[in-house]
């Protein structure tokens, strides 16, 4: 199964002081990243960056567009975190995505800018859109994938539509995740999830099993 982008992060990355920048950084101001300038604070998420980044082309990135560049290696955290080891079933993979929305619920800073961020790339000039359409493709790709090789393996029914459902996956996780974002203590973002995924895998297996009843931290 391919991993989904952006790379995994070098092994100086740490986790700590990244979730503690953004939470800071949202804090301060959750709207207009790119306008008038970057948020106040931005400087702090640039020498984070620069420090944890690599080559000096990604370190020019992070002094244009911080808020991306933290989101970039947040990502990179979660692929290393959720994805790095290759689900052996689609009961796994699922799993892993349900430990990823508990993961996220975990880290409000994190999980409102990302929302800020995906809203105001809708315009194709924001310096945000290419990150979020490269990732939508991504995470579609590698859940296909993560099917296709569940209906090879026997588990799932031969005429699932692998790509299908992998765009339905993509767009129900932003949108619980929004969901949450508005009423974070009205809604159990993981619970929603495992709910939607355990429903959507016991339509699809052979056998009509659902998920595992431990499928729900990260």
């Given amino acids: 199964m391919e991993q989904l982008a952006p790379p995994s992060p070098p092994a100086s990355y740490a986790r700590a002081p990244l979730d503690a920048l953004v939470e800071g950084v949202v804090r301060s101001a959750v709207t207009g990243f790119f306008k008038g300038g970057l948020l106040d604070g931005a400087d702090v998420l ?26 970039r290696r947040s990502e990179g955290h979660d ?17 892993a995505l349900v430990g990823l929305a508990d993961y996220n619920s975990r880290r409000p800073g994190r999980t409102k800018m990302f929302n800020v961020l995906l809203a105001e790339a809708g315009d194709p000039g924001h310096p945000a ?24 393996s026997g588990e799932l029914k031969p005429d699932t539509d692998c790509e299908a459902l992998a765009e339905e996956f993509a767009a129900v996780m932003d ?23 355990d429903r959507s895998l016991r339509s699809i297996t052979v056998s009509g099993a659902g998920l595992p009843s431990d499928a729900h931290t990260g």
């Avoid at 290393?80 to 079933?89: I, K, L, M």
């Avoid at 929004?178 to 495992?194: E, H, I, K, S, T």
């Fill in 79 to 95: 692929v290393e975190r959720f994805f790095a080891v290759e689900a052996h079933s689609a009961a796994e993979f699922f799993a």
């Fill in 129 to 152: 859109h290419a990150f979020f359409v490269k990732r939508c493709a991504d995470l579609v790709e590698v859940s296909a994938g993560a099917l296709r090789e569940a209906v090879a």
């Fill in 46 to 71: 640039d020498g984070w960056c620069i420090q944890y980044g690599g080559d000096r082309a990604e370190e020019e990135q992070c002094t244009v567009v911080a808020p991306v560049c933290v989101l």
């Fill in 175 to 197: 949108g619980i995740q929004l969901q949450w974002a508005l009423d974070p203590a009205g809604v159990d973002m993981a619970a929603r999830m495992r709910a939607y995924l």
